[in-house]
């Protein structure tokens, strides 16, 4: 990932201040482009962790390439190992590839549904908004993916470190050559793949009625942290964002019910949307 919650919300402040003075209708354009630069320094300090050339064994393309498909954490230790710095697996990641690959592996077609609570600073959204999706795309498990957090910026932000795989990551480069690259749309907050595959970022509480990828909708939703600590402590509001969720996001698939829904996050208030379908 580019940055963290708490680094979006230290820049946004800053950004807030520094143009505190700029013209009401000059502002929300100018704040717009510092945001885009000061992400893009941070695509480009990401791909400086990248090795020049693969370490990987050419000889040994296909069978890592097959065990990758079926073993989400062998793929992330395997082709991302600029985020596993430290040894060891914690149980959060444990249960994250459970789900991923109930998820993506799934033989029926019934959509899943899981809601995970999870600590700060466990990299939740490192796993499950990046290297999950990245999963996915590369074996062609989804067509269509949806990112929305409690703020737009964040997945923007996401999608950026995932383009910035495709775009220069060497180990996917020696084994996926048909994926990797910039794709037929490439755009902030939304891309499509070389190989046809779709992630796009929305914002919690935003119009989502009538999202196509052409004929298809989406075929899994990641949910990241939608509540921030000042709105869920209002009653009103965490029943609001409940509605939205039930009404806008559980309804974004095919009429087949074959949707995944993934909802994961920190735990802000003990009756928060996460809270309440942490019991269902």
Same mark, same amino acid.
């Given at each position: 990932?580019?940055?963290?919650?708490?680094?979006?919300?230290?820049?946004?402040?800053?950004? !807030?201040?520094?143009?505190?003075?700029?013209?009401?209708?000059?502002?929300?354009?100018?704040?717009?482009?510092?945001?885009?630069?000061?992400?893009?320094?941070?695509?480009?300090?990401?791909?400086?962790?990248?090795?020049?050339?693969?370490?990987?064994?050419?000889?040994?393309?296909?069978?890592?390439?097959? @065990?990758?498909?079926?073993?989400?954490?062998?793929?992330?230790?395997?082709?991302?190992?600029? =985020?596993?710095?430290?040894?060891?697996?914690?149980?959060?990641?444990?249960?994250?590839?459970?789900?991923?690959?109930?998820?993506?592996?799934?033989?029926?077609?019934?959509? !899943? $549904?899981?809601?995970?609570?999870?600590?700060?600073?466990?990299? $939740?959204?490192?796993?499950?908004?990046?290297?999950?999706?990245?999963?996915?795309?590369?074996?062609?498990?989804?067509?269509?993916?949806?990112?929305?957090?409690?703020?737009?910026?964040?997945?923007?932000?996401?999608? !950026?470190?995932?383009?910035?795989?495709?775009?220069?990551?060497?180990?996917?480069?020696?084994?996926?050559? !048909?994926?990797?690259?910039?794709?037929?749309?490439?755009?902030?907050?939304?891309?499509?793949?070389?190989?046809?595959?779709?992630?796009?970022?929305?914002?919690?509480?935003?119009?989502? @009625?009538? &999202?196509?990828?052409?004929?298809?909708?989406?075929?899994? &939703?990641?949910?990241?942290?939608?509540?921030?600590?000042?709105? &869920?402590?209002?009653?009103?509001?965490?029943?609001?964002?409940?509605?939205?969720?039930?009404?806008?996001?559980?309804?974004?698939?095919?009429?087949?019910?074959?949707?995944? &829904?993934? =909802?994961?996050?920190?735990?802000?208030?003990?009756?928060?949307?996460?809270?309440?379908?942490?019991?269902?």
């Amino acid at each position: 990932m580019l940055f963290s919650k708490e680094e979006l919300d230290e820049f946004l402040i800053s950004n !807030e201040q520094k143009h505190e003075n700029t013209p009401n209708e000059l502002k929300g354009a100018m704040q717009r482009k510092d945001f885009l630069e000061w992400m893009d320094e941070l695509k480009n300090e990401l791909k400086t962790q990248f090795l020049h050339e693969s370490h990987l064994d050419p000889t040994l393309k296909e069978e890592r390439i097959k @065990r990758a498909s079926v073993d989400f954490d062998y793929f992330a230790r395997t082709y991302f190992p600029h =985020y596993f710095t430290i040894k060891g697996e914690c149980g959060l990641h444990l249960r994250l590839n459970e789900v991923f690959t109930k998820i993506a592996l799934k033989k029926e077609s019934k959509g !899943e $549904k899981h809601a995970i609570a999870a600590p700060r600073a466990h990299g $939740k959204s490192t796993y499950t908004s990046q290297l999950f999706p990245l999963w996915c795309l590369v074996f062609n498990y989804k067509s269509f993916i949806v990112e929305i957090s409690d703020a737009v910026e964040l997945m923007e932000g996401m999608l !950026e470190a995932i383009k910035a795989e495709l775009e220069d990551n060497p180990h996917l480069k020696l084994d996926f050559p !048909e994926v990797v690259g910039i794709g037929k749309t490439w755009r902030v907050g939304e891309f499509v793949s070389n190989n046809g595959v779709k992630i796009k970022a929305f914002g919690s509480g935003k119009r989502l @009625r009538g &999202v196509r990828y052409g004929v298809k909708r989406p075929d899994l &939703v990641i949910l990241d942290d939608l509540e921030n600590d000042t709105n &869920v402590r209002s009653k009103d509001q965490r029943d609001k964002l409940e509605d939205w969720v039930d009404e806008a996001v559980l309804n974004l698939g095919s009429a087949d019910g074959s949707l995944d &829904v993934l =909802y994961i996050g920190t735990i802000l208030h003990n009756d928060s949307v996460l809270s309440r379908k942490l019991k269902l």
